[in-house]
């Protein structure tokens, strides 16, 4: 298992190059953020649905900016070897092909959760096309639930797409605290991370967008250059 080695420096240096990444590729970036005030005691565990290479990046940048916690993730052993600074930003490893090598990373996830941090899963393992349904939930998330009750859980959708520019946007929803206290089998998770994500994709597609802020602007785009243009001919 590879363990975090969290480095503040590097921290900052990359939400600096990740900053400069998301407004070169992203038009905008929203955020509704519904939790309520968790309390700062208790462990916390985001689970977020996984269909983009973007999705970890994502992560790291939306506890930087908007969450503010000491988080860590849990992520694979062939992407931790491959990547290895993920390690300094509080990222530790699951092996997936050794049953061993799963308990022992779940038991690490349990011990931060039990000491207050925060753990970041992407309970479906691996990524999935983003319109696959229903979810695929591995059995880690639930294990951790049913042994860790003094959590908030809180579900996170993420929504690309496409809509009148030039580039995609970014849609993020965090959902309400839901409490370790009550059990919650792996069919639980994967209604409750699912209808997070149809209620986020139905507000894109029905553009009810007033309850959501702009996290991010990216660069200006080709569309609005011609729209000053039109305005300058005139």
């Not at 990740?18 to 309520?36: A, G, N, P, T």
């Not at 096309?129 to 229903?134: D, F, Q, S, T």
């Not at 206290?181 to 139905?202: F, G, H, N, P, S």
Request: aromatic share 12%; net charge positive; hydrophobic share 40%.
């Amino acid at each position: 298992m590879i363990t975090p080695r969290k480095n503040s420096r590097f921290e900052w240096l990359l939400k600096k190059f990740v900053h400069f990444q998301l407004k070169k590729h992203f038009y905008r970036i929203w955020l509704i953020d519904l939790r309520k005030k968790p309390s700062s005691l208790k462990g916390k565990m985001y689970l977020a649905n996984h269909s983009s290479w973007w999705d970890g990046l994502i992560v790291f940048y939306l506890n930087q900016v908007v969450i503010k916690e000491d988080s860590y993730a849990m992520m694979s052993q062939e992407g931790m070897e491959r990547f290895p600074f993920f390690r300094k930003i509080g990222a530790f490893s699951v092996n997936s092909k050794s049953p061993k090598a799963i308990h022992k990373s779940l038991k690490f996830a349990m011990a931060l959760l039990e000491a207050g941090r925060s753990v970041w899963i992407f309970p479906q393992g691996e990524e999935e096309h983003l319109e696959k349904r229903p979810l695929s939930i591995k059995n880690g998330t639930p294990y951790i639930v049913k042994r860790v009750k003094n959590i908030d859980i809180i579900p996170v959708a993420l929504y690309y797409t496409y809509r009148h520019d030039q580039r995609p946007e970014l849609f993020i929803r965090i959902g309400s605290e839901r409490s370790g206290e009550r059990q919650m089998e792996r069919e639980d998770i994967q209604k409750e991370l699912t209808k997070e994500l149809d209620v986020l994709k139905a507000d894109v597609i029905d553009e009810k967008l007033v309850h959501f802020s702009c996290l991010l602007t990216g660069r200006t785009t080709i569309s609005e250059k011609m729209e000053w243009l039109k305005g300058r001919s005139l």
